[in-house]
Each structure stands twice: as structure tokens, then as C-alpha cells.
């Protein structure tokens, strides 16, 4: 069963635009929420993550917002760049009993016009 | 240099032919984890290790084996492969104190 959908599958921006992608999730036990790049031909890169106890964190033109009692959190791509157009994953880590284990979303497709 | 190994990069089979796939990290991380990225369905998690002898399911470890003897490697074992194990496998690490983590290069495998 699916615990973290992210939306959308597929994002077209046009250079400096804003892109946001968004992810929902349904176990309240996850304590930590980071998200991934990737690029063709390459492993997943950790780009950014946040806590539940943060409703915001910033790291150069990435910001992840976090919404924590409707239990959704978005990335925020600023000043997109052609050089941005990757598949990007949100996901979720479990605590609890099964602390460690990683949820991810579906994957965005994003594209970044010049 | 942080670096997370896997071997090998493709790899062609038959059904049942039981196979390893090793992943090796030199940042003397203590978490490590197997995923698989399949078209439409994204990355899942198949197993993951917490530290040395520590290892737990992921959301799908059926037809895998796992084992972390030490902390540096964490090899991926498919007693019987089967067609739907056809997939890119990612090794990744993770370092609880620095919050790093990273993933290896990837390995495609192809079951006939």
C-alpha cells in the first residue's frame, strides 16, 4: 500500500519559473522527510530534508515546506534552471518499530525550458 | 573520497541462477539499504541494515536475502531469480550523526 503519493508525475517549468512538487502521506509515524534528485543514467542524490518539528527549511533556491497536521510537504524549486530537469522523489522515514525504513513517493519528472 | 561501491553494474541471467550483488562503502556508515527503481513505480525499499548483524524487510523483500557481516559491505543475494527481478538496484548508505547519505551507481539486472 502506497503511503506517500506525490504529485505531479510530470512538471514543465519555464527557466526562472517556480516549480513545486507535493507529497502526502498517511502514517503518522515518520520522523524525518528528505528529498532526492536524480538524474539519467544516475543514483538518487539526497537534495534536501526536514523534520516534523520544522515547518520550513531553505537550502540555497530549495525550500521544503511542511505541513505537519495536514500531513503534506512540498518542494519549492526557485529561479528554475535548466540544469534542474531531473526526476525528483520525496519520501518518508518510519520510527517506531520499524525505524529506518524508507517510503518513497512515485517520482516527478521535471523539465525546465530555456 | 565518499564512495559506495557496487558490483557489478549489469548483469545478464537465467531463471534460478542465484546471484550476488555487493555494495561497499568506505565512510563507515551505519545504515545501508537496498532499493529497486522500476518504470511507474519509483524506488522501493527491498531490505536495510541499522548496523553489523542488524538487517529489517523493506516494502518488498520477497525472493532477496540480505546479510551485514561487517560494517562496510551489505550484499544483495537472489537465491532464485525470477523474470519479475528485472530491475536497477541502488545501494545506499547513511550516516545517523552527519545526515548524509548517498547512493551507489546503480546496477541493472536482467532476468531471462
Known amino acids: 500500500q502506497q503511503q506517500v503519493k506525490q504529485s505531479p508525475q510530470s512538471l514543465i517549468v519555464q527557466k526562472g519559473g517556480i516549480s513545486i512538487i507535493n507529497c502526502a502521506y498517511e502514517n503518522t509515524a515518520f520522523d524525518y522527510f528528505p528529498w532526492y534528485q536524480q538524474f539519467p543514467g544516475k543514483g538518487p542524490a539526497l537534495l534536501i530534508a526536514i523534520r516534523p518539528d520544522v515547518s520550513e527549511k531553505k537550502e540555497g533556491r530549495f525550500t521544503i515546506s511542511f505541513n505537519k497536521s495536514a500531513k503534506q510537504f512540498s518542494l519549492h524549486i526557485m529561479d528554475s534552471q535548466p540544469g534542474d530537469s531531473a526526476t525528483y522523489f520525496c519520501a518518508a522515514r518510519s520510527s517506531g518499530t520499524s525505524y529506518g525504513k524508507l517510503t518513497f513517493g512515485q517520482g516527478t519528472i521535471l523539465t525546465v525550458h530555456p | 573520497e565518499a564512495q559506495v561501491t557496487q558490483n557489478p553494474r549489469y548483469l545478464i541471467t537465467v531463471t534460478g541462477k542465484k546471484l550476488t550483488v555487493t555494495c561497499s562503502q568506505n565512510m563507515n556508515h551505519e545504515y545501508m539499504s537496498w532499493y529497486r527503481q522500476d518504470p511507474g513505480l519509483g524506488l522501493r525499499q527491498i531490505y536495510y541494515s541499522m548496523n553489523v548483524e542488524v538487517t529489517d524487510k523493506g516494502d518488498v523483500p520477497e525472493g532477496y536475502k540480505v546479510s551485514r557481516k561487517e560494517k562496510r559491505n551489505f550484499p544483495l543475494i537472489l537465491e532464485s531469480p525470477s523474470p519479475n527481478q528485472t530491475s536497477l538496484y541502488f545501494c545506499?548508505?547513511?550516516?545517523?550523526?552527519?545526515?548524509?547519505?548517498?547512493f551507489g551507481p546503480g546496477t541493472r539486472l536482467t532476468v531471462l
Open positions: 545506499a548508505t547513511w550516516g545517523w550523526w552527519v545526515d548524509t547519505q548517498y
